[in-house]
């Protein structure tokens, strides 16, 4: 069975202050990643979003620079409207880069009997990566949608692209889906 992740299209990181999105490629992929989205709904394909909503004494705060962001509570932890998840689907928080570390999504995915996971979303070198590395090597079918993926470092998205290609699943686009 299959599940769309939508990892980290909140609030702070699209439309914040420093978005991590080229402002210039973020209509196209809110609207990719809408289509997606949709197509999933219409086939009965579980969406599970799965969101940063970081506390005060969480790891991560430190890596990044005790820069707080995406703070569990606040309207930039929040996805954002155009991708509003809808009852049916289910809204994970995640407290690190990688989707599986301390949000219960390798228990829902259990649950729902999930062997094939498609990730979109934010950021392709960071946290899609690390969920997608994961994933793997979990024993999940993985794939990356690409034109459903992005990140704010210009050299991060190729390079995300080709590791995951190499060592983590299929890279696909979203006239690609069969579901």
């Given at each position: ?12 990181y699209i ?130 949608i ?25 890279i ?8």
């Open positions: 069975m299959d599940a769309l992740l939508v990892m980290d299209m909140v609030e702070e439309y914040g202050e420093k978005p991590f999105i080229p402002i210039e490629h973020r209509e196209r992929l809110i609207k990719n990643i809408r289509k997606v989205i949709d197509l999933a709904h219409e086939k009965a394909v579980p969406v599970i979003y799965v969101n940063s909503a970081f506390t005060k004494d969480d790891p991560i705060l430190k890596i990044i620079g005790h820069r707080p962001q995406a703070m569990k509570g606040t309207k930039g932890a929040q996805t954002i409207s155009k991708l509003e998840p809808t009852k049916n689907d289910y809204v994970l928080e995640k407290r690190g880069y990688d989707g599986f570390w301390k949000s219960g999504l390798d228990e829902l995915l259990k649950k729902l009997k999930i062997s094939n996971i498609y990730l979109t979303g934010e950021q392709t070198d960071c946290c899609v990566r690390e969920t997608g590395v994961t994933a793997a090597q979990m024993g999940f079918n993985v794939f990356i690409e034109d459903c993926c992005s990140t704010s470092r210009e050299s991060g998205q190729e390079t995300a692209i080709r590791f995951m290609r190499a060592c983590v699943g299929k696909i686009n979203s006239d690609d889906l069969k579901w």
